[in-house]
């Protein structure tokens, strides 16, 4: 058989195999309840804990009522013990949800937009559109700004470590392959994916349910690279053209998660609803330290790995210099595989820790992608370490940035130095972590830990 | 099943708004990345730029968005700068990194609360195009047809679809009479007749299927036109000298820098070229809405539009135009079938026991999967595009 | 060699006779530099892979730079070409300081090199690849581009100088073939010729003869001595010491990205110091501390 058939007949398996498990999966995810189309109206009031943070907690009793585009109703709903109404909707059209704001508990008054929204037909991507409603007034001032401050830092700690957990991976194959892979973004949904099926659908202890998903991640690296990428290499395709398959394999599984998951936003049945717990400025939920905590102990063990055995020597080897390494008697391939193996399984613990932090989505991976580049940018690409401290400080930046230093006098400044001020609004949170990606690559190309590559 | 239906919805999207849009996009991307090699995939960044610009001049100036244009070649100049100046020194990843982060950049501000007194938060901004809408000849209430002899054409319009149909029969003739006749010139003449004829009657039944309103009828004689134009202008480009510099970056960019070539600036003008293309793009597809979303300017567009691009096959004018049509020719008929397939089934299809497909929005799902498989197996098979070059071909295995 | 000096051409022997009083050792002056180094060093990490006191190379002659693998010559060359920055130094090129000048300069100034791994430009065919070697092109600004009236004629002229080129190389019957048809050894001619293109005044060959079979390499020599003819200086890295013996002027050696020695051909061959440098470099370290 000619190596180009071979590689037919493998990436035929791998689509059969994905498609297998689409089904499998399909079958444990999806109860066999069909959604209608409706729309989802979530009313919320914003209170402050203790630590500063904002906490949700749902306003029941509230009426809504949803138009069509000639203003006629279509239907109303009031909103349960959970906050939310569903009101369901004959066909995929421009409605207009109005909140009746006489129906709201005394005291309460809408904070964010206006008692009218509009849902376009085109947001019908799911079969539920979500409008959320927030009430009750947020009140930043009565926290000191050192203790939001040290309550961001360590969120962004938190944050930054299973960034860099689910970078290491990506930083990784490439300093092994030379590929950038755009689909690394969803070895970490897979991970969540998972876990959240065991854990939320089979009801299996998370104990169980939680390994089973890395050890699954793991797996699911290593087919990626058996199936795909190694005959890939084998056959001698170029890195770019390797690049854009990955970001044809970020498509396809991407919306096989969207499938299995749907489109909203699920949580893990075990450890949810934590009460934070005070501890000096800041306030934690034992779960969230208890992720952090792992994490760190992850992160440090991957380092010492690489630092100390056989086989991170030989990964690092393998990095610094693919040819040099196997002319040594180092069998790349094999390295290749760990490497996949281990970014799989680091993903998917970074995806579960994720999704136990933020719910469980089926783009929960692909959103973080740009930051983990940001990261590796940063530590440089290829470069292990690099990519551990870049992707902190990253994760790092992004929590922190969100509180502004009060420096400047309280005048209205124009939307990018406000930001300085009051700190950048959190649907914008990513882009000063991508401009500083960019600044970086002005400044030092090469990353804080790179090396330049030769010539000629 | 019915099949009239399916046939219907390919053979309008064959030749629709979606894929004059794509087709603008895809030239500007096959500049950078087929002919540059210069992996852009903040494509979706540049049309943003288009978009935005001609619905912010009419919706916020006041003065009509023809003016947009200009302001919206300056946006991509600059744009195409802040992702270049810092990349083009460096490894294609990056620049493949920083253009989906900046593209990305856009989107996030483009739709954000923040900024919505600027740029309309996820709602974007509406009926601005009036003075387009407006215009004659096209009726937007009536129905209109590409076929040269249904009513809704007159004498002036079925003549110059005939023609252009007889230039697209020629072309495509040529094309696909070199993929029969396998590089040999023997009886080609003969070949290329059968083929171009072929082609026209395909076009000729073709286009009787298809029928559009009249503002998508007004933008599609608009887009299609200008596509034409600038693809014969990256013609005249690429056989050029400047031309000849661009594709030996993209083989070694090294060997060209030895040569006494900035490769630097050649870069940059290809990023920027390809950027103020796909700007087109941007403002054809807002301007036939009327309408401004920033949700249309995704990264997942960049990746279909590249889709596209490698379907009708890297670094050929020819590929950028055909490649959009059956990629939007493909979508429409998976989708078209998969409804016709779930109504017929009775809302459910479920395969072996396994419910595939329950409720109409899962048919978007696997619309998407079969575009990513797509780029998989085009990028790993036939990189040249459905009708590539065997002798070119045989030159990547090395 | 004494037959050899009866076959030499005028300018060989010219070049010769300006090298004959130059004294055979590392830095030396010459009488009529084209292009000069000072202290140029350059490290990776750890190993210093070019470390540079002072060379000249003399105009119009074929100097060979010779050392074993992993001497920097490659190194030097990317450092001469602005390919890469050294960590200290300074050079000139015809009496041009060139620091700081970009890559792309080099070769306008009259400097052009070639690789040691080929490049050629595989999906374009190869007259495609001669004519894109030709300088001050008016259609490679893109607004010319899209005037054919602007570079037509000019573009005539460098097909007719490129088809020259390749009937020399003998690649005339590969015209119009991809570049990524030909043969290892093909690819070294085109890029040879390639370079050739820009009318330079220093031809920089990386290994011009690796892979090139020994019937082609007598008439490759040719070619080398043909340039020289012409007017062109030739530095040269080269493994095959019969070949360096046969051509060059003057010869360089490196090793340990140090130079280690200079001189004549002859003069070379039985200099103590080389032939450690190839056998062992333990030996050739206790050797340099001996000179
Ligand atoms: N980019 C780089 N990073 C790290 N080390 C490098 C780099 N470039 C060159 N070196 C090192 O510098 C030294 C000199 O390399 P160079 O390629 O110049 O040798 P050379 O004389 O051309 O050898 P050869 O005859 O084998 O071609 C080698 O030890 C090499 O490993
Ligand atoms: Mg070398």
């Not at chain 1, 406000?418 to 950048?424: A, E, F, I, K, S």
């Not at chain 2, 009536?142 to 002899?149: G, Q, R, V």
């Not at chain 3, 070769?107 to 007259?127: E, N, P, Y």
Request: net charge neutral; aromatic share 10%.
């Amino acid at each position: 058989m000619n190596p180009g058939d071979q590689l037919k007949k493998r990436l035929q398996h791998f689509v059969a195999l994905l498609l297998v498990g689409l089904a499998v999966f399909g079958m444990f995810a999806e109860p066999a309840h069909a959604d209608d189309l409706a729309v989802k109206v979530r009313v919320q009031n914003q209170v402050q804990d203790a630590g500063g943070k904002t906490k949700k907690e749902p306003v029941a009793g509230v009426k809504v009522v949803v138009a069509d585009a000639s203003g006629a109703s279509v239907g109303e709903g009031v909103t349960d013990a959970k906050g939310v109404a569903l009101i369901t909707l004959p066909a995929k059209a421009d409605y207009t949800v109005t909140l009746d704001e006489s129906t709201l508990p005394d005291g309460f008054a809408l904070q964010e937009g206006d008692a009218e929204r509009q849902v376009q037909g085109a947001a019908f991507v799911t079969s539920t559109v979500t409008v959320n409603y927030f009430t009750g007034a947020a009140n930043r001032a009565t926290v000191g700004w050192w203790s939001q401050f040290a309550q961001r830092l360590a969120d962004g700690a938190r944050f930054g470590l299973i960034l860099a957990m689910c970078a290491v991976g990506l930083s990784l194959i490439f300093g092994t392959t030379g590929l950038t892979n755009f689909a690394h973004g969803e070895l970490v949904t897979f991970g969540a994916m998972i876990a959240y099926i065991l854990n939320t659908d089979r009801a299996i202890t998370p104990w169980l349910a939680f390994p089973v998903a890395i050890i699954a991640g793991g797996a699911f690296g290593l087919a990626q690279n058996e199936f795909i990428y190694s005959p890939l290499r084998k056959r001698k395709i170029g890195l770019v053209s390797q690049m854009v398959v990955t970001v044809g394999v970020a498509i396809v599984l991407k919306n096989v998660f969207l499938r299995i998951l749907g489109g909203r936003t699920k949580t893990f049945a075990a450890f949810n609803n934590q009460d934070c717990k005070r501890v000096g400025p800041i306030c934690v939920t034992p779960r969230d330290a208890t992720t952090a905590f792992i994490s760190l102990i992850i992160l440090v063990c991957v380092a010492l790995a690489l630092q100390k055995t056989r086989l991170g020597k030989a990964t690092r080897a393998v990095s610094d210099n693919p040819d040099l390494a196997s002319s040594t008697g180092i069998d790349s391939q094999k390295i290749i595989r760990l490497v996949w193996i281990l970014g799989g399984m680091l993903a998917a613990t970074g995806g579960i820790f994720r999704g136990l932090d933020e719910g469980v989505g089926p783009f929960i991976g692909s959103d973080l992608l740009f930051l983990m580049f940001a990261g590796i940018t940063l530590g440089g690409l290829g470069s292990a370490y690099g990519a551990l401290v870049g992707s902190f400080v990253i994760g790092l930046f992004v929590e922190v940035s969100t509180l502004g230093i009060p420096i400047m006098p309280g005048k209205n400044w124009p939307a990018p130095l406000d930001w300085l001020h009051n700190g950048v609004p959190s649907e914008l949170k990513n882009v000063p972590a991508y401009v500083a990606m960019i600044i970086v690559l002005l400044v030092r190309p090469q990353g804080i830990l790179g090396r330049r590559e030769r010539v000629g | 099943m019915n099949w009239s239906n399916i046939f219907s919805a390919t053979l309008s999207a064959f030749f629709g708004v979606n894929a004059m849009y794509f087709a603008l996009s895809a030239i500007g991307l096959n500049v950078q990345f087929g002919y540059a090699g210069l992996l852009n995939f903040g494509q979706a960044g540049f049309m943003a730029c288009g978009a935005y610009a001609v619905g912010m001049t009419a919706h916020y100036y006041g003065i009509s968005f023809w003016w947009g244009i200009p302001i919206a070649v300056v946006y991509a100049v600059i744009f195409g700068l802040i992702m270049g100046v810092p990349t083009l020194r460096l490894r294609a990843d990056y620049l493949a990194i920083v253009t989906i982060a900046l593209a990305e950049c856009v989107r996030l501000i483009v739709r954000s609360v923040t900024f919505k007194k600027y740029f309309g938060g996820s709602d974007g901004i509406n009926q601005f195009a009036n003075s387009f809408v407006n215009r004659t000849p096209f009726n937007p209430s009536s129905k209109y047809s590409l076929y040269p002899f249904s009513d809704s054409v007159n004498a002036i319009g079925a003549v110059l679809l005939l023609v252009s149909f007889a230039v697209c029969s020629v072309l495509l003739g040529h094309m696909l009479a070199q993929k029969w006749a396998k590089e040999e010139r023997q009886g080609f003449q003969s070949k290329w007749i059968i083929c171009g004829v072929a082609v026209m009657v395909f076009l000729l039944v073709a286009s009787k299927q298809t029928e559009y309103d009249g503002l998508s009828f007004k933008s599609l004689v608009v887009g299609w036109i200008l596509a034409a134009i600038i693809a014969g202008f990256i013609y005249m480009l690429m056989r050029s000298p400047w031309g000849r510099v661009i594709k030996g970056i993209r083989e070694d960019e090294d060997a060209v820098r030895s040569l006494g070539k900035n490769v630097y600036s050649y870069k940059l003008q290809a990023l920027i070229l390809g950027g103020v293309i796909a700007t087109f793009s941007g403002i054809m597809f807002s301007v036939s809405r009327g309408s401004v979303q920033p949700d249309n300017y995704s990264r997942d567009v960049t990746f279909y539009v590249l889709t596209a691009l490698v379907l009708g096959g890297l670094a050929k004018v020819s590929g950028s135009i055909v490649g959009p049509m059956l990629f939007w020719g493909i979508l429409s008929f998976v989708d078209a079938f998969l409804n016709e397939l779930t109504k017929s089934w009775g809302g459910h299809v479920d395969i072996f026991g396994i419910p595939l497909i329950t409720e109409s929005s899962h048919i978007g799902v696997y619309v998407q999967v079969v575009i990513g498989l797509m780029l998989v197996f085009l990028m790993v098979f036939r990189p040249q595009g459905l009708f590539g070059n065997k002798k070119e071909m045989a030159l990547d295995g090395r | 060699m004494a037959a050899d000096e009866q076959t030499l051409s005028e300018t060989a022997r010219i070049a010769r006779a300006a090298l004959a009083n130059v004294a055979p050792e590392p830095g030396v002056a010459k009488p009529d530099p084209i292009m000069t180094a000072e202290g140029v060093r350059r490290s990776f990490g750890g190993i210093t892979a070019v470390d540079v006191e002072r060379v000249e190379i003399q105009r119009g002659s074929i100097t060979a730079l010779i050392g074993p693998n992993g001497a920097g010559k490659t190194t030097f060359f990317n450092l001469m070409t602005a390919f890469d920055t050294p960590d200290t130094g300074k050079w000139w090129f015809d009496g041009k300081d060139l620091e700081g000048v970009q890559a792309h300069k080099t070769a306008d100034m009259g400097m052009v090199r070639t690789f040691q791994l080929t490049k050629s430009l595989t999906k374009m065919s190869v007259i495609e690849n001669m004519k894109l070697g030709a300088t001050g092109q008016k259609g490679e600004k893109w607004w010319n581009g899209l005037l054919p009236f602007t570079w037509m004629a000019q573009e005539r002229e460098i097909e007719a100088r490129a088809d020259a080129l390749l009937a020399r190389f003998k690649l005339d019957h590969m015209r119009n073939e991809y570049a990524g048809t030909l043969s290892g050894g093909q690819r070294k001619l085109l890029e040879m010729s390639r370079a050739l293109m820009t009318n330079p005044k220093l031809v920089m060959l990386d290994e011009p003869m690796a892979g090139v079979n020994p019937a082609l390499k007598q008439s490759l020599n040719q070619h080398i001595k043909g340039l020289r003819d012409e007017g062109m200086t030739v530095l040269f890295v080269e493994h095959d010491m019969d070949m360096v013996h046969d051509i060059s002027d003057w010869v360089i050696v490196m090793a340990e990205g140090m130079i280690i020695a200079e001189g004549t051909p002859d003069q070379i061959s039985s200099n103590p110091a080389v032939i450690d440098a190839y056998l062992g470099a333990h030996q050739g370290k206790s050797l340099l501390e001996d000179m």
